[in-house]
């Protein structure tokens, strides 16, 4: 079976989405300053964002793709995004835009969604291949901000991250 990473990879409209406006970037490099988790799991760098924000899986790597993803944006703060890199995939698909919805409302993505069409109108029919072809179902915008709202303040509360250096936890970002 093929790893959703190489699926990604081996797809040049859902490399393009992802990359943008999904912000994920597979180039990754290391983060900002040296992290790691509180509860001592294994963090792994799968991919940046633009502005330096890096998506880990948690967890040990026999667990492949099926680990937890958290995000760490550079300026301290961190939030679990999803529970493994499958639904993460599928939320940036559906709500690229999900750091414009402080409150993750359906109102936010709306008027978010509208400001990325102005820009990109063929952005829904290229988010539709990118899913076609990665295989993947999309839920609707409300049931992606209510997924990343569930695992960021239920299992998240689990995944404390720490500067390394100083010990001290990122802040939530959800």
């Not at 008027?111 to 072809?133: H, Q």
């Not at 990665?134 to 500067?163: F, H, I, M, Q, S």
Request: glycine share 8%; with cysteine; proline share 6%.
């Amino acid at each position: 079976m093929t790893s959703l990473l190489a699926a990604i990879r081996a797809n040049p409209a859902a490399l393009d989405y992802l990359l943008w406006p999904g912000d994920f970037d597979l180039n990754h490099y290391q983060h900002v300053e040296e992290v790691v988790l509180a509860s001592g799991q294994l963090l792994e760098p799968v991919a940046k964002d633009g502005g330096g924000g890096t998506f880990f899986f948690c967890g040990e790597s026999e667990l492949g793709e099926a680990r937890p993803v958290l995000y760490a944006d550079s300026e301290g703060g961190a939030a679990l995004m999803a529970l493994d890199l499958r639904e993460l995939v599928r939320l940036l698909l559906t709500v690229p835009w999900w750091r414009d919805c402080p409150n993750l409302t359906e109102e936010e993505s709306a008027e978010a969604a509208e400001e990325y069409l102005e820009d990109e109108p063929d952005l829904l029919a290229d988010r539709d291949a990118a899913a076609r072809a990665l295989g993947l179902d999309l839920p609707t915008e409300a049931e992606a901000l209510a997924r990343l709202r569930e695992v960021a303040t239920g299992p998240g509360r689990d995944y404390v991250l720490l500067n390394a250096e100083e010990g001290c936890a990122y802040s939530p970002l959800i």
